[in-house]
C-alpha cells in the first residue's frame, strides 16, 4: 500500500473525470465529487491522501472539503505544482510519497525529489478498480448477512407483556 498519495487535483478532474463518473457542472461540484470518490477508497489505495488544487479567489469552500482526505489549495502566489513540490521536498526521499499527475515536468521533479509518480490514467483505472472492489464486497456482505429471525424453540420474553 502506498504511504502518501499526492494528487494534482485540477489535473486528474480534466483527464478522467467524466471517467471516473464525475458528472459536469460547476468546477466546485466536481471537486466534491472526486473528494467523495477518494474518500470511499482511503486505506486500500494508500494509508493517506493530499489533494492539491491551484487556489483561486472566491474559488476556495468556506468549509472544510473532507475529513479524511486532506485537500489544499494553493495560494495566490503559487501554483498546485509547487505547492506539490513542496510537500514532496518536505517529505523526503524515505517519505513514500507517490505524485498523481499527468503534468511531465511535475513528474520529473518529483522523481528527482525521491517521490514515485503515476499517470492519472493509471490511478483513474486503479481507483475504478478499487470502488468497484468495494462495491462487490458490500453487495456480498448485504447477500451472506444472516437473517435476524430468532432461532428456533425462541421465545421472546417481551411478547407476554402486551
Known sequence: MIKWLIIDGYNLIYRCGAELGIAPGSLASRRRQFIQLLERA????????TVVFDGR???R?????????EVLFSPGNKT????IEQLVFKAGKSGGAVVVTSDRPERETAE????????CSIFCAQLKETLARIEQ?????????????APP?????FDSLT
Open 112 to 119: 528527482a525529489a525521491g517521490a514515485a509518480t503515476m499517470a
Open 61 to 69: 469552500p468556506a468549509e472544510p472539503e473532507s475529513l479524511v482526505v
Open 80 to 83: 498546485a505544482d509547487t505547492v
Open 137 to 149: 464486497d458490500l453487495s456480498r456482505a448485504a447477500r451472506d448477512k444472516p437473517s435476524r429471525s
Open 42 to 49: 482511503l486505506g486500500l489505495l494508500a494509508e493517506r491522501i
Open 153 to 157: 424453540g425462541f421465545v421472546n420474553p
Open 57 to 59: 479567489a472566491g474559488d
